[in-house]
């Protein structure tokens, strides 16, 4: 697979790196007691630190820090037992601080690395660079009033971790693919509910174009992307759009732009700021941050199975196909109610239903596996009935339908309406019987070599049992009767 882009030219290469934001999950700030919950009215958790009063002190909050911490070590990242808290100075009327508490030269995280699946069913590693805590800003709000922006300081003070990777990611489809997997693993931890609708998880994409293995080309860094496909789509379009700016002659400048998802293009959004622009200096008043490595070990036992362990599992205990293995074990729940199912049950067919038939489903209907009309057990059942041959593969699918339907069990749905499969071979063979009576001609043929005629004949015989007759049996009589 390659991930080269055809110029007019020339190939290109994309060079992707992502900085990912991402809200911590705790009830209250990173430096204040203020209530984190998303939606309420605006300016209802705000507390005089959030909100920048005179003579305010912020108070680190611990859990923030065990957050990040968890985080880092899923990641495998390195943590650092000392880190230091700067302000990052700028001027935003929803930043009534007129700085932002953040970390810069001495993060909580270092190096760790994320691993990606491809759709081809390969893995690569993604270098992370650090993983920092800083205070969320506020929100302006344009369109509440014909002239006047207002201010919600709800998110202002808001923990959030930035994710900082390496220029390795080559193509949108595989920033994509690492989106998608760090969602993931947050998720796994409970450090981030990764909500990228709610803006629990933004990206600001940076990408650059070069030759094959040239040097690395200037970055624009588009802001704010907050969906995977945006994030795609984002960069899709602003590779090109380098691509044919310096075919024509032009050249890339470092700046910052925005997706517009509407239009499906990036725009100027403002010339880059350098570091220097915002005086980053140690916030006097806190004190860098100090962990006790034993605290660290302590957590790093109590880590939960994380996503890559779990899909290597499923291939080795249950011999999934690590594309299977990969859509089962993305979103927690999935894995969690594929198991339940699978358990003591052939694991290939429960992953097939679940995957299938049943994500399936729950697409059309709208609904998240939490409000599954059909649950972990009531799935068991049914594949329970297939495996004793009380119904076909073929059958369960019905059975399946009137169990999303009335939310009836399967043993239910099957006795209600005589859906038990056909083993009685007298019945089969009258069955055959009469289907050969009634098509002579076709006998005929297929006895004179027209061995495709052979499926005509099954399908006969499981329209005259309404589906019910075992295949394996009706195989077995069909051709020893058409022997003749
Ligand atoms: P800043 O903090 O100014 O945004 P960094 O050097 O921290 O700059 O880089 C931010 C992000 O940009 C990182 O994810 C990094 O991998 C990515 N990046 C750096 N150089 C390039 C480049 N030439 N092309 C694409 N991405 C890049
Ligand atoms: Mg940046």
């Known amino acids: 697979m390659t991930n080269l882009i055809q110029g007019r030219t020339g190939e290109w290469e994309v060079v992707i790196g992502l900085e990912t934001h991402a809200h911590v999950i705790a009830e209250a700030k990173l430096f204040s007691a203020a209530a984190t919950a998303f939606g309420a009215e605006p300016n209802t958790q705000v507390s005089l630190v959030d909100a920048a009063f005179p003579g305010m002190l912020p108070v680190i909050n611990r859990h923030c820090v065990e957050q990040a911490v968890k985080t880092g070590l899923g990641i495998e990242a390195e943590i650092n037992l000392v880190s230091v808290f700067d302000r990052k100075n700028y001027f935003y009327a929803d930043l009534p601080a007129g700085y932002q508490i953040s970390q810069y030269t001495k993060p909580i995280v270092g190096k760790g690395w994320i691993t990606i699946d491809l759709p081809d069913g390969t893995t690569r590693d993604i270098g992370v660079t650090r993983l920092h805590l800083e205070q969320d800003a506020g929100k302006s709000l344009h369109d509440q009033h014909p002239t006047l922006t207002f201010v919600d300081l709800n998110r202002a003070g808001v923990a959030l971790m930035e994710i900082v990777s390496e220029p390795d990611i080559r193509s949108a489809e595989e920033a994509g693919a690492y989106v998608r997997k760090l969602r993931s693993i947050l998720r796994y931890l409970g450090t981030c509910d990764g909500n990228m609708e709610e803006g629990s998880l933004r990206c600001d994409c940076n990408v650059s174009v070069r030759r094959p293995g040239g040097k690395l080309g200037t970055r624009a860094e588009i802001k704010n992307v907050n969906s995977i496909r945006f994030v795609m789509q984002a960069i899709d379009y602003e590779a090109r759009r380098q691509i044919v700016l310096i075919e024509d002659g032009g050249t890339v400048i470092q700046e910052t732009r925005l997706y517009d998802a509407q239009r499906g293009e990036t725009r100027p959004m403002r010339s880059k700021e350098n570091d220097y622009d915002y005086r980053y200096f140690p916030d006097p008043d806190l004190l ?54 699978a358990k003591g049950r052939d694991a290939k067919l429960a992953a097939n ?132």
């Not at 957590?299 to 994380?306: A, C, D, F, G, I």
């Not at 076909?392 to 169990?403: E, L, P, Q, W």
């Open 353 to 484: 239903w679940v995957t299938g038939d049943l994500f399936g489903a729950l697409n059309k209907l709208g609904l998240g596996i939490e409000a599954s009309p059909v649950s972990a057990a009531a799935l068991g059942e049914l594949l329970d009935l297939i495996g004793d041959n009380t119904i076909s593969g073929r059958i369960a699918k019905d059975v399946f339908a009137a169990m999303l339907e009335t939310g009836k069990a399967a043993g239910a749905i099957v006795a209600e309406r005589g859906l038990r499969q056909v083993t009685d071979t007298g019945e089969i063979e009258a069955a055959i019987d009469a289907v050969l009576a009634a098509h002579p001609d076709n006998v005929a043929q297929y006895r004179a070599g027209k061995d495709k005629l052979y499926g005509f004949f099954v399908g006969q015989v499981m329209k005259a049992t309404q589906g019910k007759a075992n295949p394996a049996l009706v195989n077995e009589l069909l051709r020893k009767k058409l022997a003749g």
């Open 288 to 341: 860098p941050l100090t962990l006790d490595a034993a605290w660290i070990e302590r957590l790093k036992r109590e880590l939960p199975e994380l996503p890559d362990a779990r899909k290597a599992r499923f291939v080795s205990d249950f011999g999934l196909s690590p594309y299977d293995a990969d859509v089962l074990v993305a979103e927690k729940s999935h894995a969690e109610f594929f198991e339940d199912v």
